[in-house]
C-alpha cells in the first residue's frame, strides 16, 4: 500500500491510498481541532501519520495538537489510551 498526500489551500490534509482519486483521509485540522497553522505543519502531520501507519516500528507519530507533535510511538496498547 502507497500514501501519499497533498495539503489545501487552507492547509487541510488529504491522503491517498494507491493512486486513488478520491482521498481516504481528510485531516482539516489537528486531532483536538485546532487547525494547522501553515502549510509546513499540516505536511508534518501528514508525513508522521504515513510514517507511522506503514511501518509499525517508526519511534514516532503524528501529534493530536501542535504542542505534542510529533509524540512517541507507545510501546503497550494500554498506553494508547
Same mark, same amino acid.
Given at each position: 500500500? /502507497?500514501? +501519499?498526500?497533498?495539503?489545501?489551500? &487552507?492547509?487541510?490534509?488529504? !491522503?491517498?491510498?494507491?493512486?486513488?482519486? /478520491?482521498?481516504? /483521509?481528510?485531516?482539516?485540522? *489537528?486531532?483536538?481541532?485546532?487547525?494547522?497553522?501553515?502549510?509546513?505543519? &499540516?505536511?508534518? *502531520? &501528514? #508525513?508522521?501519520? !504515513? %510514517?507511522? +501507519?506503514?511501518?509499525?516500528?517508526?519511534?514516532?507519530? &503524528?501529534?493530536?495538537?501542535? %504542542? #505534542?507533535?510529533?509524540?512517541?510511538?507507545? #510501546?503497550?496498547? #494500554? %498506553?494508547? !489510551?
Amino acid at each position: 500500500m /502507497i500514501l +501519499t498526500y497533498e495539503v489545501s489551500s &487552507a492547509n487541510g490534509v488529504y !491522503i491517498y491510498k494507491d493512486e486513488q482519486e /478520491i482521498p481516504m /483521509i481528510f485531516q482539516p485540522n *489537528w486531532p483536538n481541532g485546532s487547525p494547522f497553522s501553515s502549510v509546513k505543519e &499540516a505536511e508534518s *502531520w &501528514a #508525513e508522521y501519520y !504515513i %510514517e507511522s +501507519t506503514q511501518n509499525p516500528n517508526s519511534e514516532f507519530m &503524528a501529534g493530536l495538537s501542535p %504542542e #505534542e507533535h510529533p509524540r512517541k510511538r507507545p #510501546e503497550s496498547q #494500554e %498506553e494508547f !489510551i
